[in-house]
C-alpha cells in the first residue's frame, strides 16, 4: 500500500509542473570537452599533479629515513644494554610521526 502511495506521490509530484504550463529544460554537460578544451582545468591540474609528486617524493625520503633508523637499530640492539635498549625506544620519534600525515 505505501509502495503505491509513495508511486502515485512520485508521479503527481513529476507531472505537476508540465500540467502548470511551465517548460521543462534538460540539459547535459560533456565533462570530456571541459576537461580537454578548459585551459584553467589543464593549469590546475598540472599544478596538482606537480603537489602529487612532491608529496609522494617527501613520503618516499621519509620512508627511506624510517628504514635506515629502524636497519640502525637493529645493528645496534644486540649491543646495547637494557637502559640503552630503553633510550633507543624512546628517541626522536618525529621522523615516524611525519610520515602518518601522508596516509
Do not use: C, H
Request: hydrophobic share 35%.
Amino acid at each position: 500500500m505505501i509502495r503505491k502511495f509513495a508511486t502515485f506521490l512520485l508521479l503527481t509530484l513529476s507531472i505537476t509542473p508540465t500540467l502548470q504550463g511551465k517548460d521543462v529544460s534538460i540539459a547535459t554537460v560533456d565533462m570530456n570537452r571541459i576537461f580537454n578544451e578548459y585551459i584553467e582545468f589543464q593549469d590546475a591540474k598540472r599544478e596538482l599533479d606537480r603537489f602529487v609528486l612532491e608529496w609522494e617524493r617527501q613520503k618516499d625520503s621519509l620512508k627511506q629515513y624510517i628504514d635506515s633508523l629502524k636497519n640502525l637499530l637493529e645493528i645496534e640492539k644486540p649491543g646495547l644494554t637494557e637502559k640503552g635498549k630503553r633510550k633507543k625506544g624512546t628517541g626522536n620519534t618525529e621522523g615516524p610521526r611525519s610520515i602518518l600525515k601522508f596516509y
